[in-house]
T-cell receptor, first 109, second 116 residues
C-alpha cells in the first residue's frame, strides 16, 4: 500500500509557483522522499529526492519538514508543460517504488 | 540518447498469444526494474534485478510472466498465454546502486500492450 497522501488534483496559474504537498507520517529513518511526474502516456520522469535536508535542482525544490512527516514540491515558475500527474513516494534507495494515485496538476494559461 | 529504452513501444496481440518485451537500461546501471500501469492508476512493481540476479518478484507476477536479465545488461519480460487483463503499460526503470545518495530510478517510455 502507498505510504503517502496527496491531494487528487490542483490547479496553478502559468508563471506562478506550484506547491504540491505530500504527507508521509509513517516514514522510516532510512527512507527517502522521491518525486516523479508523469505526462500523459509517457514513462514517469524523476524530479528530485531527499532524506532530511531541503533539496534544489534545475527542475524543482523539495522542502521536508523537520519531523519528516510531510514535504512540499515546489515548481518555481510553472509552465504549461508542467501539467502532469505528480507522485510523491517514500522508500529505501534502490528498492521498489510504491506509487499511489498522485496529484494531477493542471497549469492554467 | 543514453536513457532507458524499451521495445516495442506498442504491441497488439490476440488472447492466448505469447509476447516478449525488451528493456535496455542506462549503461552501467546495475539494477533494473519492471512495473505495470493500468489506466488511471500509478505504476505497480513487478520485479527487479541486481545485475543478472532477480532479487524480488511481486505476487502480481503470475506463473505466466517471466523476466530475465541474462548478462546483467538488457532484460526481457515475457507473458505467456496473454489475457485481456494483461492489457497495460509495461514500464522499465534502471538505477545505479551506491547505497549513499538515494539511488533514484530512471524510467523508459514504456511498452503499451493491448490484448484483444
Amino acid at each position: 500500500d502507498a505510504k503517502t497522501t496527496q491531494p487528487p488534483s490542483m490547479d496553478c496559474a502559468e508563471g506562478r509557483a506550484a506547491n504540491l504537498p505530500c504527507n508521509h507520517s509513517t516514514i522510516s529513518g532510512n527512507e527517502y522522499v522521491y518525486w516523479y511526474r508523469q505526462i500523459h502516456s509517457q514513462g514517469p520522469q524523476y524530479i528530485i529526492h531527499g532524506l532530511k535536508n531541503n533539496e534544489t535542482n534545475e527542475m524543482a525544490s523539495l522542502i521536508i519538514t523537520e519531523d519528516r512527516k510531510s514535504s512540499t514540491l515546489i515548481l518555481p515558475h510553472a509552465t504549461l508543460r508542467d501539467t502532469a500527474v505528480y507522485y510523491c513516494i517514500v522508500g529505501v534507495g534502490g528498492e521498489k517504488l510504491t506509487f499511489g494515485t498522485g496529484t494531477r496538476l493542471t497549469i492554467i494559461p | 540518447d543514453t536513457g532507458v529504452s524499451q521495445d516495442p513501444r506498442h504491441k497488439i496481440t490476440k488472447r492466448g498469444q505469447n509476447v516478449t518485451f525488451r528493456c535496455d537500461p542506462i549503461s552501467e546501471h546495475n539494477r533494473l526494474y519492471w512495473y505495470r500501469q493500468t489506466l488511471g492508476q500509478g505504476p505497480e512493481f513487478l520485479t527487479y534485478f541486481q545485475n543478472e540476479a532477480q532479487l524480488e518478484k511481486s505476487r502480481l507476477l503470475s506463473d505466466r510472466f517471466s523476466a530475465e536479465r541474462p548478462k546483467g545488461s538488457f532484460s526481457t519480460l515475457e507473458i505467456q498465454r496473454t489475457e485481456q487483463g494483461d492489457s497495460a503499460m509495461y514500464l522499465c526503470a534502471s538505477s545505479l546502486i551506491t547505497l549513499q545518495a538515494g539511488d533514484e530510478q530512471f524510467f523508459g517510455p514504456g511498452t503499451r500492450l493491448t490484448v484483444l
